[in-house]
């Protein structure tokens, strides 16, 4: 088993950055992708940044490619995301996951364990 837990900002004014971390615990051996998922208000969950722990491979979403950045701590076993010049559109309910497979998913669906999850609000 993996556990995940969420941690980070929570409500920001537009423009300013968001920088959420991710410390992963239990069974944490193996071949495995750390992925960033967020779910805006009425849709569905959507990727938006991942990255496999083995190859050092990142992966973005458009809607926050040249504005975000993904790191990782391996010596705290911990996944960082940050986004700068936030917009409203940002707001969401922000996920990491784990993924047990040698490529980088961008769909929900590839990805075994979850976190709790981390409400952004981004005021204008």
């Known amino acids: 088993q993996v556990q995940l837990f969420e941690s980070g900002t929570g409500s920001v004014q537009a423009g300013d950055s968001l920088r959420l971390a991710c410390e992963v615990s239990?069974?944490?051996?193996?071949?495995?992708?750390v992925g960033w998922f967020r779910q805006r208000s009425e849709k569905e969950r959507e990727f938006v940044a991942a990255e496999s722990w083995n190859t050092g491979g990142q992966h973005y979403a458009d809607s926050v490619k040249g504005r975000s950045a993904i790191s990782k701590d391996l010596s705290k076993n911990t996944a960082y995301l940050q986004i700068d010049r936030l917009t409203p559109d940002d707001t969401a309910l922000y996920y990491c996951?784990?993924?047990?497979?040698?490529?980088?998913?961008?769909?929900?669906?590839?990805?075994?364990?979850w976190g709790q999850g981390t409400q952004v609000t981004v005021s204008s």
């Open positions: 996951a784990v993924a047990r497979t040698p490529g980088i998913g961008r769909l929900a669906s590839e990805y075994e364990y």
């Open positions: 239990g069974r944490t051996a193996g071949t495995w992708v």
